[in-house]
C-alpha cells in the first residue's frame, strides 16, 4: 500500500473518471453505458465527493471536508470519512449503508458491497482501521474491524466478521471469519460475486467436529477389543455410606448386647 492517496498527489478530482467508469462496467453485467454509470450509480457519486472532501481535509478545512462527507452520505447512503485513502478503480456495488472509517486503507481494484463497514476497534489516535490491499472483494454485510491487513485477492464472505489479519489469496466466511478452502487456489484471483465461493463450501468448523468423532468411534472400537479381551474381575463390594456404617454399627452393639444378656441369663438357670 502506498502512503498517499492518488487523488490528492496532483491529480484531478476528475482525471480518472473514465477509469473509474471503465472499472464500474467491467465488474457489473448491470451497467448499460458509460452515461447510465455515471448518472445512477451512488458508489461513483460517493467516491468523487471523497476526494472533495480528502482535498479539503488536506487544506486544513476539516470541518468543511466532514460537512462533504455528511452531504455524500445523505445522497448515497455511504459514509467515507475524509481521512481515508482509497486507491484507483474502487467500486462499492449498490452502495447502501457501507462506512468507511478515517484511518482506512484501501489498494487498487477492490470492490465493496452494500452493508460493508471498515470500522475501528480503539480509542486512541493513529491507525484503528482496517488497511485492504490491491484486489480484494468484500462481501455484502461484512464487517471488517481494527487495525487489520486483508490481503492481496483475499475474498470476504456476505455477513462474515473480521477481527484478524487475513493472508493473501484467502477466502474467509463465517463469525469470526476462518478461512475456506476452494477446490483451486488459483479462484481467489477471479471475480467472486459477494466475496462468498458460491460452490460447495467446507465448513471448517464442521470438519474439525467430523475429525473429532472419527478418533472418538475408533478409541470407542479399541477400549471395545481391550474390554472383551480382560478376564472378569470380581465385583468389588462397594464401600458403604457414612449413613450405613453408623447403622450397622449400632446394630453390632444392639446385638452383642443381646447376646451377652442371654448367655447371663443361662449360666443363673
Not at 484531478?12 to 457489473?28: N, Q, S, T
Not at 453505458?33 to 455515471?38: F, H, I, P, Y
Not at 463469525?175 to 467472486?192: G, N, Y
Not at 462397594?238 to 452383642?256: D, H, I, L, M, Y
Request: net charge neutral; hydrophobic share 40%; proline share 7%.
Amino acid at each position: 500500500m502506498r502512503a498517499a492517496d492518488y487523488t490528492t498527489a496532483g491529480d484531478g478530482v476528475f482525471k480518472h473518471l473514465r477509469e473509474e467508469i471503465d472499472g464500474i462496467m467491467a465488474r457489473d453485467p448491470a451497467a448499460r453505458s458509460r452515461l447510465e454509470v455515471a448518472l445512477c450509480y451512488p458508489g461513483l457519486h460517493a467516491i468523487i465527493l471523497h476526494r472533495i472532501a480528502r482535498r479539503a481535509r488536506d487544506a486544513g478545512w476539516h470541518t468543511t471536508a466532514r460537512l462533504v462527507s455528511q452531504i455524500a452520505r445523505s445522497l448515497t447512503g455511504i459514509e467515507i470519512h475524509p481521512g481515508a485513502t482509497i486507491g484507483r478503480r474502487f467500486f462499492i456495488d449498490h452502495g447502501m449503508g457501507v462506512v468507511i472509517g478515517e484511518t482506512a486503507e484501501i489498494g487498487d481494484d477492490v470492490m465493496l458491497y452494500h452493508g460493508v463497514t471498515l470500522g475501528g476497534t480503539s480509542l486512541d489516535p493513529g491507525k484503528r482501521h482496517p488497511t485492504l490491499e490491491d484486489g480484494v472483494i468484500v462481501g455484502a454485510g461484512a464487517k471488517i474491524l481494527g487495525a487489520i491487513t486483508i490481503g492481496r485477492s483475499a475474498r470476504i464472505g456476505a455477513n462474515a466478521v473480521v477481527v484478524a489479519d487475513v493472508p493473501a489469496d484467502t477466502a474467509v466466511v463465517g463469525i469470526p471469519a476462518r478461512p475456506v478452502l476452494p477446490p483451486d487456489r488459483v479462484e481467489t484471483r477471479k471475480f467472486m460475486p459477494y466475496g462468498t465461493p458460491c460452490g460447495e463450501i467446507p465448513d471448517p468448523v464442521a470438519r474439525a467436529l467430523s475429525g473429532l468423532l472419527d478418533q472418538v468411534t475408533a478409541l470407542q472400537g479399541r477400549v471395545d477389543e481391550l474390554e472383551a479381551d480382560r478376564p472378569p474381575a470380581a465385583i468389588p463390594r462397594p464401600k458403604p455410606t457414612p449413613f450405613e456404617a453408623v447403622t450397622s454399627r449400632a446394630t453390632g452393639q444392639a446385638t452383642g448386647y443381646a447376646t451377652g444378656m442371654h448367655e447371663a441369663q443361662g449360666e443363673t438357670r
